[in-house]
């Protein structure tokens, strides 16, 4: 099993910037990638980046690309976004994938074994 923890949510102004973390444990060298995903209220999960843990190749969502950036540092993935906007609010998943799958998989939800708790991103003057 892998457990994921998020933090760094919170609030923010239009335009600001908050760091995101997924502080993975347990069984990490069974991962083939750790997404982020987003859902605001009464709306479904949305992919928004992931990372492939052995080559680290990163995928965007058309919605975030040029705003964020997916990384890792060791067990940590971490999700830096910048010029946020009221449209990226909501609560933010990360979830790791534990079968290897092609690599357009990683965009949707399916791909993926194990989530977080989620971590809540508010984006308010």
């Known amino acids: 099993q892998v457990q994921l923890v998020e933090s760094g949510g919170g609030l923010v102004q239009p335009g600001g910037s908050l760091r995101l973390s997924c502080a993975a444990s347990g069984r990490t060298s069974s991962t083939y990638a750790v997404g982020w995903f987003r859902q605001a209220p009464g709306k479904e999960r949305d992919f928004v980046a992931a990372?492939?843990?052995?080559?680290?190749g990163t995928y965007y969502a058309d919605s975030v690309k040029d705003r964020f950036t997916i990384s890792r540092d060791d067990n940590t993935v971490y999700l830096d976004m910048n010029s946020l906007k009221r449209e990226d609010a909501g609560a933010y998943y990360c979830a790791a994938a534990t079968l290897s799958r092609p690599d357009e998989t990683w965009l949707s939800t399916y791909a993926y074994d194990y989530w977080g708790q989620g971590t809540q991103v508010t984006v308010s003057p």
């Open positions: 990372i492939s843990w052995s080559v680290g």
